[in-house]
């Protein structure tokens, strides 16, 4: 029973995309409608399966697929507190957010190709989420990386759309090298790729992995390094934002980057091995892999929080946020808490969500409006979007009571326990950075007085928009109080924490670990401050003029991009260099060349032979017939 | 003297090696054909001989079997050469090249 629903669960919208792509392309609303309604009842199903499974034992269940010698490969399902929790955001922040669209893309051409492309992402995300083995996993996780492709480039006819999906998939294909690279190393050592199977075996030996475990935590964590977008393959995350709002919102922050954070959670097991680093990484030694995400997790959140004080466009802000919170969970796995990762990453689902479906509203309104400097004063005009855009800020900043403040506050308090006091401190200020960067767009686009003709003139959205912004910001007020920390707990065994009624989970965080409670509200305070004194009824930035030459570093993104440009065209001209000569020279010198002449010389003497004289024939087959004759009889 | 196997084969030999000597050297078409049914007679001539020697007919058998050949062999090579010969004036293999390279 509860497999075959699972089943139904994973299928569905792989159904809905076949039967669009087949059938209903032309008819848009049967198409959004066939899509909605997948994903709406796989929702109900993994509600059902919620309450069904939430508080019992892990269930898992696999149907073989293919046989290697010495190896089955399954495709199964875990339903474990885990990936229940993955089940309800994929299916109900995306059902939200296919619903919002059905009202955002109504304008659009193709919008059967577009519920379709959210369909096939939607089945290949719940692949993930189920996924009870590596391999399983990376075939889904390619094929998010396809949705993902498909649906930035989704208005493929704009160059630069089609440029930042090539530029998205690229880097992807990076990490997932380095991914695939750690689930042979794993399969080799383990000879598994279930991950109950290995987990069971890594506790039975946990030496298993000899010399090579850091390297293979290394290179599972690859996986996520692209993925979820940490440094140095973050610079496709911004410019994923090509795509439409929506997918934005579903898969560039909600759902897919945070891939690389649950693959990690799901995995957390062969980080617990004793670290080992082969001869040639010595210099590693001390470090754990653990100790390298952390670090690059908290340099990304750090670096992305920089870049985002300093960018004008709406959606680029909130993607690097998005970047700054992702580097977050990263930190904080690394900081041994798969607990808070997963519970930031929950409640980052919802407010993120929230965010990106508040400015695609108000992109709707601008016509395509997208630098806030035009916006100003739409707090009166959109009154539904602006009062759910201000929840999902002060949930973005940790303003208790608002979801953000319990998850980040979770990580925080990991920080001081493991005491990792530099990355506690790096965490607090970035924190800061959040709140003033979300208030510096808030107060900018939202208050103050309209600084164009277009904002001056925009209207609220319709209530297809706005009901998802409603829903949205109910969750993202209430998530933190829910329990979903200690119900995500229980899945990595951890049963010290207790699930608490909701008076008592509100106050938790002060009891809990007073410093990170105390640290992270006043870096909220001061980051509110510092936006209010700076842009408040601001009409131009005034950022530039005090901080110069550092404000223009963080507009251009630290120039990353130009970076990665100059050395990939370096590097592309020194290898086209070589290629061009071997080509030149061996293959078609020699090789082809080479052949050729060596072919009509031996056909030139040959055919001397050929003289047309019956008896020179008769006696060379006489000939023949001796030589062969004396070689027989000898 | 007593005539024994080899007598038999040693003419064949003989026979074979002359017309051979005939295919390789003459320059005649019709010349080279008569070499030619030299050889297959020497061949004949063996295999009658074994078929004697060993008891056997086999050998004769065959033999008849390779003059019917030779019968419809030379019918067909024969009006080759008189289709040749009325096309090119010639039944000299030396102007017969257009085979050559």
């Known amino acids: ?634 | 003297m007593h005539v024994g196997l080899e007598h038999y084969l040693i003419v064949s030999a003989l026979l074979f090696s002359l017309g051979l000597l005939g295919v390789i050297t003459r320059r005649n078409l019709l010349v080279i054909y008569m070499s030619l049914e030299l050889m297959l007679n020497a061949a004949n001539l063996a295999l009658v001989a074994f078929s004697r020697f060993n008891n056997n007919l086999n050998g004769q058998v065959m033999v008849f079997f390779i003059i019917t050949v030779a019968a419809a062999e030379v019918s067909v090579g024969l009006a080759l050469i008189v289709a040749l010969y009325r096309k090119r004036q010639t039944a000299h293999v030396e102007d017969l090249t257009a085979m050559k390279y």
């Open chain 1, 1 to 634: 029973m509860t497999a075959s629903l699972t089943w139904i669960i994973l299928f569905l919208p792989l159904v809905a995309a076949a039967v669009i792509t087949l059938f209903t392309q032309r008819d848009r609303e049967l198409s959004a409608k066939l899509s909605i309604g997948a994903v709406a009842i796989s929702f109900v199903l993994s509600a059902v399966l919620f309450l069904a499974h939430g508080s019992g034992k892990p269930f898992e269940c696999a149907c073989p697929w293919l046989f290697l010698d010495g190896l089955e490969i399954q495709i199964g399902a875990i339903l474990d507190p885990l990936s229940l929790v993955m089940l309800l955001i994929v299916t109900g922040v995306g059902g939200l957010i296919q619903i919002y669209s059905y009202g955002y893309m109504h304008e659009d051409r193709s919008v059967g190709r577009y519920f379709a492309c959210l369909s096939l992402f939607t089945f290949s995300m719940l692949g993930i989420v189920l996924a009870n083995n590596f391999v399983q996993l990376f075939i889904f996780w390619e094929l998010v990386g396809v949705s993902s492709y498909l649906l930035i480039g989704f208005w493929h006819e704009r160059a630069s759309a089609a440029d930042a999906a090539k530029k998205a998939f690229i880097t992807n294909r990076l990490g997932d090298f380095g991914f695939i690279l750690g689930i042979l190393l794993v399969w080799n050592v383990t000879g598994d790729v279930n991950f109950g199977e290995i987990k069971a075996l890594l506790e039975h030996n946990p030496q298993a992995f000899g010399a090579l475990a850091g390297v293979a935590g290394l290179l599972i964590f690859c996986g996520a390094m692209g993925k979820s977008a940490q440094f140095p393959l973050h610079v496709w995350l911004p410019d994923a934002m090509e795509g439409p709002t929506p997918v934005s919102a579903l898969i560039h922050a909600a759902t897919m980057v945070a891939a690389g954070v649950y693959m990690l959670c799901r995995v957390f097991f062969l980080f617990n091995v004793p670290t080992a680093w082969p001869a040639s990484l010595a210099f590693l030694g001390g470090l754990t892999p653990l100790n390298v995400i952390a670090w690059i997790g908290g340099f990304t959140a750090l670096l992305a929080a920089l870049i985002a004080v300093q960018q004008n466009d709406i959606k680029r802000i909130l993607a690097y946020s998005t970047l700054s919170q992702l580097g977050y969970m990263i930190m904080a796995v690394g900081l041994s808490g798969p607990t808070p990762a997963m519970f930031h990453l929950t409640t980052h689902a919802f407010f993120k969500a929230l965010l990106f479906l508040g400015a695609g509203s108000v992109i709707h309104a601008l016509h395509h409006e997208q630098d806030i400097w035009k916006m100003g004063g739409l707090r009166a005009r959109m009154p539904v979007t602006h009062w759910t855009f201000l929840v999902g800020t002060l949930a973005l900043c940790g303003v208790p009571p608002f979801s953000g403040f319990f998850s980040k506050d979770a990580i925080l308090a990991q920080a001081l326990q493991r005491n990792s006091y530099g990355l506690f401190i790096v965490a607090v200020f970035v924190a800061a950075l959040t709140t003033f960067y979300m208030f510096r767009l808030y107060f900018v686009a939202f208050r103050g007085e309209a600084r164009d003709d277009t904002a001056s003139h925009a209207h609220e959205s319709p209530s297809v928009m706005t009901w998802p912004l409603r829903l949205l910001a109910f969750a993202s007020l209430f998530a933190g109080v829910w329990g979903i920390d200690a119900f995500l707990a229980r899945g990595f065994g951890d049963e010290h924490l207790h699930s608490l009624p909701w008076y008592q989970a509100l106050l938790e965080p002060l009891s809990h670990s007073p410093m990170a409670a105390l640290f992270g509200l006043m870096a909220t305070a001061l980051g509110f401050s510092a936006a209010y004194a700076l842009y408040s009824g601001a009409a131009s930035d005034p950022l530039p003029m005090k901080l110069g030459a550092l404000a223009r570093m963080m507009r251009d993104k630290f120039y990353f991009d130009e970076l990665y440009t100059g050395l990939i065209a370096f590097t592309h001209e020194a290898i086209s260099r070589v290629a061009a000569w071997i080509d030149r020279w061996l293959i078609a010198g020699i090789a082809v060349r080479g052949t050729h002449g060596t072919t009509e010389l031996a056909g030139r003497a040959l055919r001397l032979v050929q003289t047309g004289n019956l008896q020179t024939y008769a006696f060379l087959l006489v000939l023949g017939v001796a030589v062969l004759l004396y070689l027989v009889l000898k």
